[in-house]
């Protein structure tokens, strides 16, 4: 029984087991309707405070509804504001969780020409690839999601770099239901990107790879070989007295020059193949991937390839290259090593004549040494009177009588002992001591030749001075000559001086005038080493040079069977016919003697008539 009837049952004293009396019905009745009344009046009651609280609800919810609308369109308008300054770079999509665009930005027309419905169509010719540029502050989930850069063609057909940046939109169940893109136009930045990288990564002025981007090919190259016994050679290409055609023909000229060797190298090379200028006029190539047939093969192949000849402007040019290369991992595991062992045996190759290659031995390596020390000791030696000259005679070829002699300078070391030039001369050249020891040479030669006059007054024996090409371009020749000349009071005519062919590549005009500035002086002049460098016979008449000697090469190659020598016989004839003194040096053998003198060579020298002698010997030798 309901709790609220029981307790009016209970209130008229009904007793569960008897009925009803009028008096008690009408009471219970009345209890009864009153409790209907209460209950309805609650129920009133509960109804008028639901309709308040839901009447204040909607009021509320709708300030709450207007103020975030305001909220949001001022937002949005900000929002399109911003969008409309950035337009012309940046467009935004949105994508179907399958991917395909479902609508874009009107912006899209001006970044890539094409409306936004016919940028969706047609977006599969637009695409050409996507990118992920390195970004290493971007978090790793992101790089992995997707490609940060896409390259895309424009209406016109030119490309366009444009950053990506995607937001996928979940529905309550966590799905992609859809995706909201951004794409900024950066091609700008990156044609700035790539000038930068090229101006980090290669040469200005051949366009191939310059040090820095070698050594990061190098790396990982050298990474691709880690533990694997696979060899590699690292060839260190110098040329050959580049230099002389930089300071004589000028900058543009040696530019130029640069620029067409660079060229057809790095055609002759494979793809895979490094190349790159890692100074003035030197270069590393790295071949990879060859046996050692087909690198040397290689190397022969760019050796002849930079001997051919040049046309820059109107000169026809001729250079050649001194090459050491080294081995992976033989010479070197890494790559400074590698970089420093080939540089030594490019060295060697320059010592041994220019013009070779010289694979690298560990031995090299003691040179460099000694090498090192040389350069150091040389620069007090003088001080220290440690240089002195040798004369080695020269004879007629008719008569067998003495002509003359040539100076021979030699460097007495307190700790190696007598050295001989081609161990210094060099070194003196690049470091630029040359200029004070050729200074010293000429003083002592011709106060050597006050001292021979002493022995034999009547003869006035001459002798001859070998001159650098650099001393001759940096220094005043004529007034050095001259002031020798006059302190020592001997004849001009007992001075000769010999200059190597390359002297002949400065500049013509001045090379005539200085010669014969000099010529003034009485005092001979020869070209020295002929046949070996730079031929220019053509001009040779129009300067004053009355000697040519010819290089040892040709007398080497003299046979002992007496075979015509064509090479060396036009050279003699030439030599005659421009009126000149032929000389011939390195004569060791008597079958060589009389060869040249059929063919009508006048002087001879070599170890045949006299080595070098100290000058104790050689004044003995002309009391004699
Ligand atoms: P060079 O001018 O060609 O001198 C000839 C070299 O050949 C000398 O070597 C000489 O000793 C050597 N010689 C002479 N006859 C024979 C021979 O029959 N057989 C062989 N195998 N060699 C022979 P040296 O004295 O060692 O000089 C080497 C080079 O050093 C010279 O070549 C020259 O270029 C340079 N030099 C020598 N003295 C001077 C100098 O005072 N000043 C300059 N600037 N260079 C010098
Ligand atoms: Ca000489
Ligand atoms: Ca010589």
Redesign the pocket.
Known sequence: MHELLQYQLKKIGYDEQGSLTREQTEALIDAINDTYKTADENCKLCEDTLEVSSERMQILYRTFKDNARNKLARSEEKYHKLISNLQPYYFFYTKDSDGRFTSVSESVKEILGYAPDEFIERYSDVFVKAMDIEDPDRPIDQKDIMPSELKLKHKNGSMRYLELREFPILNVEGKIESIEGILRDVSKEVKTRKKISDMLHFDTLTGISNRLHLEILMEKLLFDHYGKEQRFALLFLDLDHFKHINDTLGHDIGDSLLQQIAESVAQSLRENDIFARVGGDEFIIILDDLDSINLTLAIHRIMKLVRKPWTVRNYELRVSASMGIALYPDDGKNSIDLMKNADIAMYQSKKLGRDNFTFFKEEFNVSVHTEMKLIQDMSNALEKKEFL??F?PKAWLSNNEIVSA????RWRHPELGLI???KF?TLAENTGF?LKL?RW?IEEACQAITRFNNVNSNKKPKLS????VR?FQHEPMYQILEKAITDTGIDGSQLLI?LTESIMMENKEEMAYKLKQIKSLNVGIAL??FGTGYSTLAYLDKLSIDTLKID?AFVDAISKDGTQNTLLDTIIAMGKTLNMLVIA????HEYQREYLLKKGCDIY????FSK?LSEQEYIEYLTK
């Open positions: 000259l040798y080695q040539e100076a021979l300078i001989n030039p081609d001369i040359i050729g040479i001075i070998n001159i650098s001393q010999e020295d080493d040892k040096e390195g004569v060791e020298q070599g170890y045949l070098p």
